[in-house]
């Protein structure tokens, strides 16, 4: 019995089409064969000679370069700190609040109209200060964010009854963080005693360029602060030194002066002191 003529031609078709592809990939791997040989032909291979004190030369890691600053990162853009950024924080806005030590007396804020203590006749912060936070912004190119410069008594007594002798209230201390380092208090603490390394009016005066741990638990702070003959730093943590005008959520620096240098002088609160600002 004969097969169906078209079934006959479709099996013939699958091998031709089978036999063309077989053709057609040993073509192609014979090509690749003889390519092959030709490469290796060609191929030429010649000694190096070196001597016995020859070396390899070493080849330098890259170098790390810093992106450079953007025309609003540098120092240039930013204001420069004055007396003026000290001036009290007082507001008549502030509601009332209730005397820790005399609950039936309730404690006002000042309305910050006032002036800035007189220090030996003039009105003003100790300078010392305000060229430590000058440094600190331009070494860093970032904006100094002074949460509390001066305070009046009144102002003092609502934002921190318990800090009753506080050098704020004779022009004598400094609170303050960098925009952008909130969380590096302790390289900010570095920079401020570079400055005395750096400032050519310190230069081999031992009692202002070597500072010291203040270890006394008084300071109320996990980290020891440092002090020279001139200032007191101290770094206030997340959980640490809060009160009404310091009320955000970054550690902060504090800065307190010892020794006043132009006058030769101890730096001490004294109420004279701390009252004698103009009012109005």
């Given at each position: 019995?004969?097969?169906?003529?078209?079934?006959?031609?479709?099996?013939?078709?699958?091998?031709?089409?089978?036999?063309?592809?077989?053709?057609?990939?040993?073509?192609?791997?014979?090509?690749?064969?003889e390519?092959?040989?030709?490469?290796?032909?060609?191929?030429?291979?010649?000694?190096?000679?070196?001597?016995?004190?020859?070396?390899?030369?070493?080849?330098?890691?890259?170098?790390h370069?810093?992106?450079?600053?953007?025309?609003?990162?540098?120092?240039?853009?930013?204001?420069?700190?004055?007396?003026?950024?000290?001036?009290?924080?007082?507001?008549?806005?502030?509601p009332?609040?209730?005397?820790?030590?005399?609950?039936?007396?309730?404690l006002?804020?000042c309305?910050?109209?006032?002036?800035?203590?007189?220090?030996?006749?003039?009105?003003?912060?100790?300078?010392?200060?305000?060229?430590?936070?000058?440094y600190?912004?331009?070494k860093?190119?970032?904006?100094v964010?002074?949460?509390?410069?001066h305070?009046?008594?009144?102002?003092?007594?609502?934002?921190?009854?318990?800090?009753?002798?506080?050098?704020?209230?004779?022009?004598?201390?400094?609170?303050?963080?960098?925009?952008?380092m909130?969380?590096?208090?302790?390289?900010?603490?570095?920079?401020?005693?570079?400055?005395?390394?750096?400032?050519?009016?310190?230069?081999?005066?031992?009692?202002?360029?070597?500072?010291?741990r203040?270890?006394?638990?008084?300071?109320?702070?996990?980290?020891?602060?440092?002090?020279?003959?001139?200032?007191?730093?101290?770094i206030?943590?997340?959980?640490?030194?809060?009160?009404?005008?310091?009320h955000h959520p970054?550690?902060?620096?504090?800065?307190q002066?010892?020794?006043?240098r132009i006058?030769?002088?101890k730096?001490?609160?004294?109420?004279?002191?701390?009252?004698?600002?103009?009012?109005?």
């Amino acid at each position: 019995m004969t097969q169906p003529m078209p079934l006959f031609r479709a099996r013939n078709r699958t091998i031709l089409f089978l036999t063309i592809i077989a053709i057609l990939t040993s073509c192609s791997g014979l090509e690749r064969t003889e390519r092959e040989k030709l490469k290796k032909q060609n191929c030429k291979t010649e000694y190096i000679y070196r001597k016995e004190n020859d070396y390899q030369s070493p080849i330098a890691l890259p170098a790390h370069t810093p992106r450079s600053l953007y025309p609003w990162e540098s120092e240039a853009h930013l204001p420069r700190i004055t007396k003026d950024f000290f001036r009290c924080k007082g507001s008549p806005l502030s509601p009332p609040l209730l005397s820790p030590n005399d609950p039936s007396t309730p404690l006002s804020d000042c309305d910050a109209t006032h002036g800035l203590p007189i220090l030996h006749n003039k009105e003003g912060v100790y300078p010392i200060l305000i060229d430590l936070l000058n440094y600190v912004q331009k070494k860093t190119g970032k904006r100094v964010i002074i949460t509390c410069g001066h305070r009046c008594p009144l102002h003092n007594t609502y934002a921190a009854p318990d800090a009753k002798t506080s050098k704020h209230q004779i022009g004598a201390e400094v609170d303050f963080y960098i925009q952008g380092m909130e969380d590096r208090p302790q390289e900010i603490a570095g920079l401020l005693m570079q400055y005395y390394q750096e400032i050519p009016l310190y230069q081999n005066q031992k009692e202002y360029q070597i500072f010291q741990r203040y270890e006394k638990p008084d300071a109320n702070v996990a980290i020891q602060p440092w002090l020279n003959k001139e200032v007191y730093i101290k770094i206030n943590q997340r959980h640490e030194g809060r009160d009404l005008d310091n009320h955000h959520p970054h550690p902060y620096l504090t800065i307190q002066v010892r020794y006043d240098r132009i006058h030769n002088e101890k730096v001490a609160y004294e109420w004279a002191k701390a009252a004698n600002y103009p009012r109005g």
